[in-house]
């Protein structure tokens, strides 16, 4: 059982009062999580921008696939989750919201997305491709 300790350190006088206070009352289990786990889709997974594609994954296992939006506009990509429960008790709602640059040379026609039985969202775009080459020059000699 944890017990509710004075924030003034070191005065016995004060510990002893605030522990009369509180009576040993027990720290709600909220108290000691760690909160940065509610941060789930703080951070973009793996990311790949070679000479073939570019991709992106996100971990969404905390949405269903009907709770998240994926819009182009131009090359911005904007990837969203947002998930509500109502119980008898409250409600509560969780959300997300990454914006994403993709490279030029991006095929944004050939943009895809897929999601896997673990939560993984892996966006995905070809690379257009590359259209220079080397024009031989021909000599023509005059007659």
């Known amino acids: 059982m944890l017990l509710l ?26 108290r ?3 909160h940065n786990s509610f941060n789930f889709s703080d951070t973009i997974g793996e990311v790949v921008n070679d000479d073939s594609k570019f991709s992106v994954q996100l971990d969404v296992s905390h949405f269903k696939p009907e709770d998240l939006k994926i819009q182009l506009d131009g090359r911005e990509l904007k990837i969203e989750g947002t998930q509500e429960t109502k119980t008898e008790h409250g409600y509560s709602k969780r959300s997300f919201s ?3 640059l993709l490279p030029e040379d991006s095929d944004l ?3 895809k997305s897929a999601i896997s039985n ?7 775009a070809p690379k257009k491709a590359n259209t220079s080459r080397s ?3 021909n000599f023509v000699a005059k007659h």
């Open 5 to 30: 300790r004075s924030p003034f350190s070191g005065s016995n006088a004060l510990d002893q009062l605030f522990d009369e206070m509180t009576g040993g009352v027990q720290l709600p289990y909220w």
């Open 135 to 137: 024009i031989p020059i």
């Open 109 to 111: 026609t050939a943009l």
């Open 118 to 124: 673990e939560g993984k969202l892996q966006i995905e």
């Open 98 to 100: 990454k914006m994403i």
């Open 32 to 34: 000691d999580a760690d």
